[in-house]
């Protein structure tokens, strides 16, 4: 059995990393890794290549740059050129970025079945680019791999059959049950000189924050009057950094005392990051549910979460507004009173990617 496994941008290599890994045992499963190039660099692409230990893809498109409705024409045309050539039984995409819903198109256009990990997640704002491409990527899936079960119930709302869809955990999960070890033993905020003293870790990189003038800078005095609590390092997204670039605001964030300003990390740097952290402010999905697993209280700056379970059992708030009042009320708040995990969380225990080879190689 052939599948092609398709990945574009950063949280999709954490994915497909122990999904390859384990189709890998099968002889008869034939894994090949497709990457449409939507993050292309070393610090967004290639470490996260060697630190998962993800073969050279097997397939580049090397997409074009541009707005989402061309880099999606793009990748289309290449995919589908990929597909007739390859034949693969299956195509499986993961998450929610432009590259999954292009390739689950035309793979099902060609007859080809899909496949997609991390299933039925739904923020319910529809303003989300990611929210879109959820909802049509599921439309168009053969089988729907869940991470929580909420996942499950928004499909069977939307009339998807109950045989397709399968609870199976979570992938990035299992990345981290793999990696934690290595990830454990850096040190990066010894480098910082930080290591005695409790810090906040923050990422953001969604266009609801960081496309405007007025929400980077709403965004900045959220850092400002954080920092005066306690240390904040800020892993700086290439979309965030391009935008404080375009609107000439990045040397106010460069000014702020207590802040210390990263480039984007690495997996292994950044699971070390989060887990030392004694809070997290992030907009990022992926990270709201490494906090939840490792149990780090987390701030997720907007008004919606796709990620249910990670409000439930306690370790994630929601903060609608970017106001640095509210928000550092929250952060002291939880340094003197840390909200523990109630609960384990069925299914996120390292093994997702197996249940998912077994599925697949029963469906
Ligand atoms: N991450 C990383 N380096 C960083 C920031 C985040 O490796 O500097 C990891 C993070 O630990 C998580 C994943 O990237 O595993 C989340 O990806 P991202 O926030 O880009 O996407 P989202 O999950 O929001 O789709």
Redesign the pocket.
């Known amino acids: 059995m052939k599948i092609l496994n398709v990945v574009g941008a ?2 999709n290599f ?1 994915k497909i990393a122990p999904l390859h890994r384990a189709f890998g045992k099968f002889p008869d499963i034939d894994s090949k890794i497709v990457h449409t190039g939507q993050h292309y660099d070393a610090s967004m692409s290639d470490v996260f290549f060697a630190q998962l230990d993800l073969p050279k893809p097997d397939f580049y498109l090397d997409v074009v740059n541009g707005s989402q409705t061309r880099q999606m024409a793009d990748i289309m045309l290449k995919f589908e050129h990929v597909l007739t050539n390859e034949k693969p039984d299956w195509v499986l995409v993961v ?1 929610d970025i432009t590259s999954t819903l292009a390739c689950a198109l035309v793979a099902v256009r060609m007859g080809i079945r899909v496949a997609h990990v991390e299933a039925g997640l739904r923020s319910g704002d529809r303003q989300m680019p990611e929210e879109i491409n959820r909802i049509v990527t599921d439309s168009l899936s053969d089988l729907l791999l869940v991470t929580e079960p909420a996942g499950r119930k928004n499909l069977l709302r939307e009339g998807v059959a109950e045989e397709r869809i399968h609870l199976v955990g979570n992938v ?1 999960i299992d990345a981290l049950v793999h990696h934690r070890p290595k990830a454990s033993a850096l040190n990066i905020v010894d480098t910082l000189g930080l290591s005695q003293r409790p810090y906040a870790f923050m ?1 953001m ?1 969604r266009p609801a924050n960081v496309d405007t003038l007025s929400s980077l800078q709403q965004l900045i005095s959220v850092i400002e009057r954080v920092a005066q609590q306690l240390p904040v390092v800020f ?1 700086l997204h290439p979309r965030t950094h391009a935008n404080l670039v375009n609107f000439n605001i990045l040397p106010q964030l460069i000014s702020i005392p207590n802040t210390y300003l990263l480039k ?4 292994l740097e ?2 070390n990051l ?1 887990e030392r952290a004694a809070i997290v402010l992030t907009d ?4 709201q549910e ?1 906090t939840t697993y490792l149990n780090i209280p987390c701030l997720t700056l907007r008004t919606s979460t796709e990620r249910p379970i990670t409000i439930e059992l306690g370790t994630n708030q929601l903060i609608p507004e970017l106001n640095p009042e509210l928000i550092a009320e929250k952060v002291i708040q939880l340094l003197n009173n840390k909200p523990a995990r109630g609960t384990s969380i069925p299914f996120w225990d390292g093994r997702a990617a197996e249940r998912i080879a077994d599925i697949i190689r029963a469906s």
């Open positions: 950063r949280p954490i998450g990035m990422t990189h892993s984007p990390q690495g997996y950044s699971l989060i990022s999905g992926g990270i490494e």
